[in-house]
């Protein structure tokens, strides 16, 4: 996994919703080397283009309702574009396959959810609670970005089971 692309999306107006691009803004100033990072309000089809000419893609997003303080899992392309009626907002899933079905891309995908807790709202501030998580998050991605290691660290996710919680201190 020599090039990897970490792409965080929210809304950064509509409070934790901006947990995404907040997390990339970290990892931006962190300059892991070989990582390319990306912020955007929403996924689109274009970014199937850039997942191609990467070996693995992260998803940085907020979670509205995942396990404290995150949680981080494998995603594998869906087994046919199915875009829908618009392409306002694309899931990881689907852009993995555009980037396999038009681009022979081989790219493995994960997706870290920060958990957030005040979406309802407008403001760019995100709240104390999720302040923290977002902490532990940038913790997480960073280490596995740097040792190259998100296969493992998502292997490890899987065997901790849906909704357990990370011990960052062993992460």
Known sequence: MDRILAIGYGNPGRLDDGLG???????EH?????????AAYQLS???????AEHD??????????GPE?????????GDGVELGFTTHSVEPAALLALARD?????????????RGYEFNDFGEDISQR????????????TTALESRSLGESADRAAALGEGAPWQTAST
């Open 21 to 27: 691009p907040a997390l990339a803004e970290i990892l």
């Open 69 to 77: 303080p995150f949680y981080f899992t494998r995603v594998e392309p």
């Open 102 to 114: 038009l681009f022979a891309s081989t790219a493995e995908g994960f997706v870290l959810g920060v």
């Open 130 to 141: 999720a302040a923290s998580n977002l902490a532990a998050a940038a913790q997480f991605i």
């Open 56 to 65: 693995a893609v992260v998803f940085l997003d907020a979670s509205v309702a």
């Open 30 to 38: 962190r300059a892991v080397p070989g990582v390319t990072v990306e």
């Open 45 to 51: 089809v274009e970014d199937a283009a850039a997942i």
